[in-house]
């Protein structure tokens, strides 16, 4: 699997009063690294919706390994995974760029919808074309 | 499950039977057998209670098998409204396949 990876700063109002980084910041490392990837193939939010589409995520999961705290360096990354299924798949791994330990790693799945709220079962069209380049990059070794 | 494609779909008990095994393999319901899907109970919310992933991967198990296509939910809401109207609706577009590959063909 090909991952982006994001360089970051741990935040001050990211971490929590025992000094680690609160559990639901991860959440917003994990849409950073997914926001890159969408940029590199436009697939952003805004993208998707001038092709017809929105994507709301209906799955999260995020196991935490280890903790940081304000001012560590992390490294963000994201990557794509074919599905059988009409959704999108998203890796996470969150890296203390120190030691690239892992301090967490997680998963998201996003449902089509037309920008009707339409549930799609097949992607097609310029949709289908952007996702794919997208699956193939993640899929390079 | 090793009969010809065309004889289960031409025989309505039969398909209906296939059907229901087909979403008990598909969607994994370790607890449900093919007597406990009544077939005018909706599969989804109130009946089999099976939400919108069952769906999309409903929709993949029934292309895989039937080489049928349901492109969105407009069309799966009707399709999905219960194992009769499933094994309906696999009839009339097994049907509708056929004749239009006979119609390109001549």
Redesign the interface.
């Known amino acids: 699997m090909r991952w982006i990876e994001i360089e970051e700063t741990v935040r001050f109002n990211e971490v929590d009063e025992w000094g680690m980084i609160w559990y639901g910041s991860f959440m917003a490392y994990f849409d950073i690294g997914r926001m890159a990837l969408l940029r590199k193939f436009n697939l952003l939010p805004k993208q998707m919706v001038e092709l017809g589409y929105i994507a709301p995520v ?2 999260l999961t995020c196991d935490y390994k280890q903790s940081a705290t304000t001012d560590d360096s992390i490294i963000i990354r994201a990557a794509a995974t074919k599905p ?4 999108l798949n998203f890796h996470f791994e969150i890296l203390l760029k120190e030691n690239r330990e892992l301090l967490a790693n997680g998963e998201t ?1 996003q ?1 089509l919808l ?1 920008t009707g709220r ?5 992607l097609g069209g310029e949709l289908k074309r952007r996702v794919d380049r997208l699956l193939q990059y993640c899929m390079q070794t | 499950m090793g009969m010809k494609l065309e004889e289960i779909i031409n025989n309505s008990r039969k398909l209906c039977n296939f059907l229901k095994e087909m979403i008990i393999d598909t969607l994994k319901l370790e607890e449900i057998t093919v007597e406990d899907i009544d077939d005018d109970a909706p599969l989804f919310k109130e009946g089999l209670g099976l939400d ?2 069952d ?3 409903l ?2 198990a029934i292309e895989k098998h039937f080489d049928i ?8 809401k009707e399709a999905f409204g219960s194992i009769n109207i499933l094994t309906q609706f696999i009839q009339r577009e097994f049907k509708a396949k056929i004749k239009n590959s006979m119609s390109a063909a001549g």
């Not at chain 1, 059988?84 to 959704?87: D, F, L, R």
């Not at chain 1, 339409?118 to 097949?122: A, G, M, N, T």
């Not at chain 2, 296509?69 to 799966?76: F, L, R």
């Open positions: 209906i799955r059988e299924i009409a959704v799945t449902m037309t339409k549930i799609i079962y097949r | 919108s992933i769906a999309l991967e929709v993949v296509i349901i492109e969105d939910e407009d069309v799966g």
